[in-house]
């Protein structure tokens, strides 16, 4: 069992960086691959990054690449997603995820936090 907890959003103006933080519970982290999806209002969970278990590898949505980057430190249970140039698109609710392995498929994680939420105004 994992429990992960964000925290990192906010209002921001567009070209803003934000950094969100991803904390999670017990000792067995470093044997998930995390990522995070975001949900905009009326709209479908999207992905948007993913990190192996290592961190060796990492994957990203089109619309993110170039702009955002995920992260991980084992030793701190915690998962971070570096969000730099925001647009106003990129307004959502922001979830990190814990799975097996580091894919872009939402059925593929198995714990889910409750989200924190970007805003970002033009």
């Known amino acids: 069992q994992v429990h992960l907890v964000e925290s990192g959003g906010g209002l921001v103006q567009a070209g803003d960086s934000l950094r969100l933080s991803c904390a999670a519970s017990?000792?067995?982290?470093?044997?998930?691959?995390m990522g995070w999806f975001r949900q905009a209002p009326g709209k479908e969970r999207e992905f948007v990054a993913a990190?192996?278990?290592?961190?060796?590898?990492?994957v990203y949505g089109d619309s993110v690449k170039g702009r955002f980057t995920i992260s991980r430190d084992n030793a701190k249970n915690t998962v971070y997603l570096q969000m730099n140039s925001l647009k106003p698109e990129d307004t959502a609710v922001y979830y990190c995820?814990?799975?097996?392995?580091?894919?872009?498929?939402?059925?593929?994680?198995?714990?889910w936090g409750q989200g924190t939420q970007v805003t970002v105004s033009s």
């Open positions: 990190i192996r278990r290592s961190g060796s590898s990492t």
């Open positions: 995820a814990a799975g097996g392995i580091a894919t872009m498929a939402v059925s593929t994680y198995d714990y």
């Open positions: 017990g000792r067995t982290f470093s044997r998930y691959a």
